[in-house]
């Protein structure tokens, strides 16, 4: 298995769909990973039956193929555990309850942040550069046409601009990898990702900067965890399941199959709903899941091994669409 590394950048506006109210359509930030499958599924279902069938990409059990979300270059979910000034943005440590600068006291921050923020311990959210569109329906038909109501009435679509720039990562057997980037680049150019696609958004032009053999990365992952506990935080929403019910939170034994032995000392959570998709016949939504949201995050006694092992294949149900975890060392302060 290996890392499949590089960008997509948006060569026409994106409308990366989420819920939004009335006759207005946001979009996301960023583009999920479910979103990325969905794109290639489709392209494949159509044009390349038998690469569709060996990546397994609609095995929802037992993938072939693993994808990340495309977060804006740089960009890590932030974790909610951590507080930042409200004024000067650097991290609060564990043991100050205000900025020692300013005084002000620390909120924790949802959403996207560079992932210098970690390290320099200031936070710098992504540049993101949208707009938002308005539009004159002409027809109704088409599931990315608005409904009924809106006949009339002229509707507002966010959009990510053109240059916008994501990192792209999944995780494949090496011998699909020439396939899959033919695939990919094909993909994006004639099918393309997201909403309002007849409308000319959602091209994309994909980049590849390397590929890693997940055995080296996992060694050098360790390595930098060794000796201490870690950040975890989710980079996607993840599912977990405890007898047929969903559950919303970390718990040491859901972690287990994942983790193994492990401690978690404490934990921020949010709550989110994951969509589950089906590709064959047109990429429809089939469920929405209960789930933890996107920038939960703990700190948590865990086998460094382990930990690198997760950053692959992520934890919870589904994997190969949610769960993307990262992790850190500990360096926000005596605990
Ligand atoms: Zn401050």
Redesign the pocket.
């Known amino acids: 298995m290996i890392i499949l590394r590089g960008s997509i950048r948006a060569i026409s506006p994106l409308h990366i769909g989420t819920v939004g109210t009335g006759n207005y359509h946001p979009t996301l930030p960023y583009i999920p990973a479910r979103t990325i499958r969905g794109m290639l599924g489709n392209y494949l279902f159509n044009e390349k039956r038998d690469l569709f069938e060996k990546l397994r990409i609609d095995d929802d059990e037992n993938p072939s193929i693993h994808f990340k979300p495309a977060l804006p270059e740089g960009s890590v979910a932030s974790p909610l555990i951590l507080r930042w ?1 409200k ?2 943005g ?1 991290l609060i440590e564990e043991r100050d309850k205000d ?1 020692p ?2 005084l ?1 006291e620390g909120k924790k921050r949802g959403g996207l942040m560079l992932e210098e923020s970690l390290s320099s311990k200031k936070f710098r959210g992504p540049e993101i550069r949208s707009s938002i569109d308005t539009k004159c329906p002409i027809t109704r038909r088409g599931h990315t046409s608005p409904g009924e109501r809106y006949s009339l009435s002229p509707y507002n679509i966010g959009a990510l601009l053109p240059g916008s720039e994501f990192d792209l990562r999944c995780v494949l057997p090496g011998e699909y990898v020439d396939d899959l980037k033919d695939a990919f680049r094909e993909a994006g150019i004639f099918y393309g990702i997201g909403g309002f696609r007849s409308k000319g958004y959602g091209m994309v032009e994909f980049d590849f900067t390397g590929e890693e053999g997940i055995d080296g990365y996992i060694e050098q992952r360790s390595s930098e965890f060794d000796g201490s506990p870690l950040l975890m935080v989710l980079n996607a929403p993840a599912i977990f399941e405890e007898e047929g019910k969903h559950v919303i939170g970390f718990r040491e034994k859901l972690l287990e199959s994942y983790l193994g032995d492990h401690r978690i000392m404490r934990q921020v959570f949010s709550e989110d709903r994951a969509r589950g998709w089906e590709i064959k016949g047109g990429y429809r939504l089939g469920k929405i899941i209960p789930a933890t949201g996107m920038g939960s995050s703990a700190l948590i006694e865990v086998d460094p091994v382990r930990a690198a092992r997760a950053e692959v294949y992520g934890i919870g149900n589904m994997r190969h669409i949610y769960g993307d975890v990262y992790f850190r060392r500990w360096d926000y302060g005596a605990i």
């Open positions: 000034c004024r000067c650097k900025c600068e300013c002000q």
